[in-house]
């Protein structure tokens, strides 16, 4: 019999989020379209941001990162798990697991930093208009998307390294649909305690900080909105405003509630349930809610149809 504690040779096995009863092939194939609708909705939305001149502005720019991070991170988890549940193999290598792990971090740490990117944009945007040229140059949007992946890989680097490196000599059922560092954290062998309070700490950095960036923001935009004069600038603020709000509350809200809460009231269902929502819903909601409340957005998409499709009738 090979070693126990050898991690880099026996494969983990993901207990998956379905089982093979109709009720349950329903729900899996409308995973499956959430997923492709996700993928074509992002990449749609990049699309139209690089081509479109109109979108060219760092508001946009952001949102196409925000476009690109939800499209890996669809591809990082839906995949896999697809490939699992067709095929009756539940296996993940230790080295696929580490690399979602990695992945999963990277995307979702980058998202909490890009999200308050984002929320400083609609503030500079909104409460100093005149001066949005240079508060918010090409220089420091480009800064704050790279420090947004930079810090979410450090991250991702440290948990998966750090999690690997546990041995695993008992059970290696992960009671999840994919390889996340709390579930595998359960199944090791060794004294977690301080990784588990090292995790708390990340989790306070990579959340609280860009949602105290964010609340601060929004803050000050609702005062300045109120104050406006102009019912339609007021209306166009709240529109841009809630649509950015709408998505922080989904995405935040899902890793708070999943990362944050005490262990005693931890249950391995809901942290599936709440951990399908951020990563296989939420993503495909972004392009609907910025599409949907965006006459720019709109109108790009539709001077695309025209040039590609509508022109060749």
Known sequence: MEDANNTTDINFILLGLFNHTQTHLFLFSMVLMVF??????????????????????????????????????????????????????????????GAQIFLFLTLGGGECFLLAAMAYDRYVAICHPLRYPILMNQKLCLNMTTGSWLLGGVDGLMQAGTTLSFPYCHSREINHFFCEAPSLVRLACADTTFFEFFMYVCCILML???????????????????????????????????????????????LIFTYMRPKSYRTVAHDKVVSAFYTIFTPVLNPLIYSVRNKEVKGALKKWLEKHFLGHL
């Open 36 to 97: 492709l609708s996700s993928l074509m909705g992002n990449a749609l939305l990049i699309v139209l941001i690089h081509e479109d001149l109109r979108l060219h502005m760092p508001m946009y720019f952001l949102l196409s990162q925000l476009s690109l991070m939800d499209v890996m991170l669809v591809s990082t988890i839906v995949p896999k798990m697809a490939a699992n549940y067709l095929m009756d193999t539940r296996s993940i290598s230790p080295a696929g697991c």
């Open 208 to 254: 609280l900080i860009p949602l105290s960036i964010i609340l601060a923001s929004y803050s000050l935009i609702l005062a300045a909105v109120l104050n406006m004069r102009s019912t339609a600038a007021r209306k166009k603020a709240f529109a841009t405003c809630s649509s950015h709000l709408a998505v922080v509350g989904l995405f935040y809200g899902t």
